[in-house]
């Protein structure tokens, strides 16, 4: 378990991270999700005493980092960064490592073993391919069989086998009853991998839910119409008290609403339709529309969402997503 | 955590890099081999020296001035052992598997000590021994008065030099920058300042100045060093006590 306290990084002028709070959880896989530069990188330094917080406290497993004896038995990781001198054999690497934490050496064979990087063990890093770097990387998170693993965008340049290798890894280190954090700034990875879901932006918390809450609150449906006739239908639809919003090519949308409901509507009306058609948003862009208000809201104080080239409206994050997340930094 | 744990664990680390090797040997073989060129030269001059040049013919120090240039080498050791860590991004690793920076840097630095000490002792004694052997009827003995001292000062001096350098990285954390301030500092500045009678007072107060005094055996004819072979070495462990202080000051405070 790591919990985070009002945890708060500044560099100077900028805040990295600003007063994030929540629980990473045993048994499940969470995804750490943000686009770059909004602080991910920064957070798991702290976590791992790295870098000194501002303000705030991060504990492991109810201690503070450099307060773990052999923190290697407890918390694993893998940063983004190579972490290893190229000129030391991937052996002597994880020895050395092993050593300083008091973990036997034939532990050492056994995670090369894991990662499957027995055959090349006497061979020096900097030879290795990216690939093999981040194999040796997570050998290193594994050395002290851990209850924590963290892993700081595992899949960065990795080829589909290498990504297909840590995914199942990481779902089986949760399976096994682990805390398993891993970050990413791809929304479509996580929905693959994260049981629960962290979300930042600017160093700000912008959601900490459960996978299937987020696709739910995230995943906005709505109805798409073409007309000839756009002006009536619209007056047909404002009648009925539905809105509809303009969208970029002409077409209109409806937040929500039902193919059926507005079809028999437009035939009441005697309004051609050309098109009706439910619709469901990504993922992906859900998390972008997240993401994106929250740089927008540092940007100018007009409302947000405004001038957003998908042109979807505000409403377009349903009211109980607003209440679930939302509305604390809106105001803040 | 246990300090032997760290120290097992850093001793696996300088003996598993290739730059420990050549370095440690390139301060050996240049120590020795430029001792042997100097020494031999020096026995070829004693013909054409005046008497007040042969009262302060020192055949014990002469042996060692091949630790002008292998002492560089030495530097470069004790520079890659600490800035390695920060080059590779190493750093993140170590720190996150031994949080506690003091014990870190402490046991890393010696580690690389021993080591240094080790290589250091060999090499004056061999540099001794064989440069003796180039002055041939000038030569010293290690018995003579002084000249045990000056030949196990020659390994202080050089794991000293080390040692300083250690300090210096861990402020620094660049190889390049590091480098780029001692090798001019130990190689130019200290020569220079030392050569000009303006700056001389203050030159022989620098680290390598100072300690180089434990390795002279008779004293030059104008002597005006205000301490002892002893005051001198004492001058350069307070150098490399700042460094060290420093260097842990600053890894404490700063984010890795």
Not at chain 1, 129 to 138: D, K, P, V
Not at chain 2, 62 to 71: E, H, V
Not at chain 2, 141 to 158: E, F, P, T, W
Request: one cysteine or more; proline letters at 4%; charged letters at 15%.
């Amino acid at each position: 378990m790591i919990e985070l306290e009002g945890l708060t990084k500044r560099y100077g002028e900028k805040l990295a991270v600003n007063r994030l709070t929540f629980t990473v959880r045993p048994g499940m896989v969470t995804g750490f999700l943000g686009p770059n530069g909004a602080g991910k990188s920064t957070t798991m330094r702290m976590m791992l005493g790295l870098d000194r917080p501002t303000a705030g406290d991060v504990r492991i497993d109810g201690q503070h980092y450099d307060g773990l004896r052999d923190p290697l038995k407890y918390i694993g990781a893998l940063l983004d960064a190579k972490g290893m001198h190229g000129g030391r054999s991937a052996f002597n690497h994880l020895l050395c490592l092993a050593q300083s934490n008091g973990i036997p050496k034939s532990r050492v064979h056994e995670v090369l073993d894991t990662v499957g990087l027995t055959a090349v063990a006497r061979k020096k890093a900097k030879g290795f391919s990216l690939g093999m770097g981040q194999r040796l990387g997570i050998a290193g998170a594994l050395l002290g069989d851990p209850r924590i693993l963290m892993f700081d965008e595992p899949v960065n340049g990795l080829d589909p086998e290498g990504i297909h290798w840590i995914r199942t890894l990481m779902k089986s280190l949760a399976a096994q009853g682990r805390t398993v954090f891993v970050s990413s700034h791809l929304m479509s990875e996580m929905a693959l991998t994260a049981d629960h879901l962290v979300v930042i932006g600017q160093g700000r918390l912008l959601a900490d839910t459960s996978m299937a809450d987020f696709i739910r609150q995230n995943s906005r449906s709505y109805v798409r119409i073409r007309s000839p006739q756009p002006e009536q239908l619209l007056d047909a639809l404002s009648g009925a008290g539905i809105i509809a919003v303009r969208a970029v090519d002409g077409a209109l949308e409806v937040d929500g609403g039902k193919p059926e409901h507005i079809g028999e509507l437009a035939a009441q009306h005697q309004v051609a339709l050309h098109e009706l058609s439910p619709q469901q948003a990504s993922l992906e862009e859900a998390f972008m529309r997240l993401t994106a208000e929250s740089v927008e809201y540092h940007a100018h104080s007009g409302p947000p969402g405004a001038g957003r080239p998908d042109a979807v409206t505000p409403d377009a994050v349903t009211p109980a997503s607003r209440q679930g997340w939302g509305s604390d930094w809106k105001k803040g | 955590m246990a300090a032997t744990q760290v120290v097992q664990s850093e001793w696996t680390k300088i003996r598993s890099v290739a730059s420990t090797v050549w370095t440690l040997s390139l301060a050996a073989v240049v120590t020795v081999a430029l001792g042997m060129l100097i020494s031999l030269l020096s026995a070829d001059e004693w013909a054409t020296m005046s008497p007040r040049e042969r009262l302060s013919f020192d055949p014990t120090f002469i042996s060692f001035a091949g630790m002008s240039l292998g002492q560089l080498a030495m530097i470069v050791f004790g520079v890659l052992v600490v800035s390695n860590e920060y080059s590779t991004g190493m750093i993140r690793t170590s720190l996150a598997a031994v949080p506690q920076r003091g014990t870190f840097l402490f046991s890393k630095l010696a580690v690389a000590t021993a080591l240094a000490f080790v290589v250091s002792l060999a090499t004056s004694f061999v540099a001794f021994f064989l440069g003796q052997a180039m002055l041939g009827e000038h030569s010293a003995s290690l018995g003579d008065a002084g000249v045990l001292r000056a030949v196990l000062g020659g390994g202080l001096y050089m794991t000293l030099i080390a040692v300083f350098s250690m300090g210096v990285a861990a402020m620094l954390r660049s190889p390049m920058l590091s480098l780029g301030i001692l090798m001019p500092f130990f190689f130019l500045i200290s020569a220079i300042l030392g050569n000009v009678s303006a700056t001389k007072k203050v030159g022989q107060f620098l680290p390598d100045q100072a300690g180089s005094k434990i390795m002279q055996v008779v004293a030059p004819a104008d002597n005006d060093t205000p301490y002892g072979p002893w005051g001198g070495l004492g001058i350069m462990v307070l150098w490399v006590a700042v460094a060290l202080l420093g260097g842990y000051t600053l890894l404490k405070k700063r984010d890795a």
